[in-house]
C-alpha cells in the first residue's frame, strides 16, 4: 500500500534561517504529490504540488521537487518567517485503482516553531 | 467562491450518542471525502464520495458512515460513540476523482466525547 514518511519533528528555528522538511513515500501507479500547511485550529491549506517526476511545486517561498529516483519530495525554504510556524504534512494521491483511489496519504506531520 | 464548509465547528457529545457532521464542498465539486485526526493516528482516510456513491472506506468500524447528496453536500455519522472518537473530523472536495490539483479541505468539525 502507499506510505509517507516525514522527518522526525518538531523542528525549531530562528527567523530567516533555511528550512528543510524531509518527506519519502511509497506507493503504487504514479502518485500525485502535495505538502499541505495546517495553522493552529484550522483546516488544511494546500500549500504545493508536483504531478510528476522532476515536477517542482513552489508558494510562498516554499519550494519541493518529485525525485522519483529517490521517491522523496523534501520541503525547503530559504528564508523562514515566524508566520511560518504551523505543521507541516506530506501526502501523495494515485490514480491507481483498488483502495488506494480516491484518497490522501498523509505523513504523521512536522511541528515547524520560527522564533524572532 | 466559497470554500468548504464544515458545520458544526465544535461539537460536545456524550459516550454512546450519535453525531451527524456536515459539509458542503466547493461549489461544482463532486468529490467529497472525510478524514479523521487525532494526536496519536495522525491523519486518517475514513471514505470518500463522489456523485452520490461511496468510493472507497478506511479501516474504520461501522460506526462510522456517511452519505452525500445530489447537490454533492456530505454528512457523515458515527454511532455509539466512544471516547476514542474524540478528534477533528475534515472533509476535504474535489473536481474529480484523485485529482493531481489536489483537495481542498474545510476547517473542520472539532468533537469531543465526555
Known amino acids: 500500500g502507499n506510505s509517507v514518511t516525514q522527518m522526525e519533528g518538531p523542528v525549531t528555528l530562528s527567523e530567516e534561517a533555511f528550512l528543510t522538511i524531509n518527506c519519502t513515500y511509497t506507493?503504487?501507479?504514479?502518485?500525485?504529490l502535495f505538502w499541505y500547511v495546517q495553522y493552529p485550529g484550522e483546516g488544511l491549506q494546500l500549500l504545493l504540488k508536483a504531478t510528476k517526476a522532476d515536477d517542482k511545486g513552489s508558494n510562498k517561498g516554499f519550494e519541493a521537487t518529485y525525485r522519483k529516483e529517490t521517491t522523496s519530495f523534501h520541503l525547503e525554504k530559504g528564508s523562514v518567517q515566524v508566520s511560518d510556524s504551523a505543521v507541516y504534512f506530506c501526502?501523495?494521491?494515485?490514480?491507481?485503482?483498488?483502495?488506494?483511489?480516491?484518497?490522501?496519504?498523509f505523513g504523521q506531520g512536522t511541528i515547524l516553531t520560527v522564533h524572532p | 467562491k466559497a470554500g468548504v464548509t464544515q458545520t458544526p465547528r465544535y461539537l460536545i457529545k456524550t459516550r454512546g450518542q450519535q453525531v451527524t457532521l456536515s459539509c458542503s464542498p466547493i461549489s461544482g465539486h463532486r468529490s467529497v471525502s472525510w478524514y479523521q485526526q487525532t494526536p496519536g493516528q495522525g491523519l486518517q482516510f475514513l471514505f470518500e464520495y463522489f456523485s452520490e456513491t461511496q468510493r472507497n472506506k478506511g479501516n474504520f468500524p461501522g460506526r462510522f458512515s456517511g452519505r452525500q447528496f445530489s447537490n454533492s453536500r456530505s454528512e457523515m455519522n458515527v454511532s455509539t460513540l466512544e471516547l476514542g472518537d474524540s478528534a477533528l473530523y475534515l472533509c476535504?472536495?474535489?473536481?474529480?476523482?484523485?485529482?493531481?490539483?489536489?483537495?481542498?479541505f474545510g476547517s473542520g468539525t472539532r468533537l469531543t466525547v465526555v
Open positions: 506507493a503504487t501507479g504514479y502518485p500525485s
Open positions: 501526502a501523495l494521491a494515485t490514480n491507481a485503482g483498488g483502495t488506494s483511489y480516491g484518497k490522501l496519504t
Open positions: 476535504a472536495s474535489s473536481l474529480e476523482l484523485a485529482p493531481a490539483g489536489g483537495y481542498t
